[in-house]
T-cell receptor
Framework: GAVVSQHPSWVICKSGTSVKIECRSL??????MFWYRQFPKQSLMLMAT?????????EQGVEKDKFLINHASLTLSTLTVTSAHPEDSSFYIC??????????FGPGTRLTVL | AQTVTQSQPEMSVQEAETVTLSCTYD???????LFWYKQPPSRQMILVIR??????QNATENRFSVNFQKAAKSFSLKISDSQLGDAAMYFC???????????FGTGTRLKVLA
């Protein structure tokens, strides 16, 4: 149980384009979903927290107009990187939690912006 | 502010031996949860073990156990009978009850030697 999927696993895009990453909880309802960014050999950096049906809460320093988060249902959250640039290239990980305090993580998405 | 410290950037263990990974944290909260996650080369974050602060009994999951010292704010992970598949980055994480946000340590890379 507690499986979280992410799609796509790897995406390459041109500078200036937008990219959407989906995060789904497959076997539980996720009241809260989280989006992280991870640089090579570093820990996870929380970007934002989203609750179903409400606006996401962004961490300090994260541009909410650049990283659009939508949590449309109890099983789906999306992260859209708008007008992507090479410095946005990174590994993005989502996680989801149900009624408890445990987060279950998706497999991650590697974004490469050319 | 709450912090999580992993003071061992890298550890090595011989196959079948036992290794202990250290984690200390700082908080003024009385109700919280602590976690160990494993991140293998695939980069999928896998929950290894979870500890509720109000429980005095140390959590155990098969070959994985913790030594939770609440007064000392220490939460170490012991891996017994180490296997090659245990090689990964291990992250210690803290969350205050009800906040759902994690604070991660910087990680410890575990190498398992055949």
């Amino acid at each position: 149980g507690a499986v979280v999927s992410q799609h796509p696993s790897w995406v390459i895009c041109k500078s200036g384009t937008s990219v959407k990453i989906e995060c789904r909880s497959l076997d539980f309802q996720a009241t809260t979903m989280f989006w992280y960014r991870q640089f090579p050999k570093q820990s996870l950096m929380l970007m934002a927290t989203s609750n179903e049906g409400s606006k996401a809460t962004y961490e300090q320093g994260v541009e909410k107009d650049k990283f659009l988060i939508n949590h449309a249902s109890l099983t789906l959250s999306t992260l859209t990187v708008t007008s992507a640039h090479p410095e946005d290239s990174s590994f993005y990980i989502c996680s989801a939690s149900g009624a408890g305090d445990t987060q279950y993580f998706g497999p991650g998405t590697r974004l490469t912006v050319l | 502010a709450q912090t999580v410290t992993q003071s061992q950037p890298e550890m090595s263990v011989q196959e079948a031996e036992t290794v202990t990974l250290s984690c200390t944290y700082d908080t003024s909260e009385s109700d919280y949860y602590l976690f160990w996650y494993k991140q293998p080369p695939s980069r999928q974050m896998i929950l290894v073990i979870r500890q509720e602060a109000y429980k005095q009994q140390n959590a155990t999951e098969n070959r994985f156990s913790v030594n939770f010292q609440k007064a000392a704010k220490s939460f170490s992970l012991k891996i017994s009978d180490s296997q090659l598949g245990d090689a990964a980055m291990y992250f210690c994480a803290y969350t205050a009850s009800g906040t759902y946000k994690y604070i991660f340590g910087t990680g410890t890379r575990l190498k398992v030697l055949a």
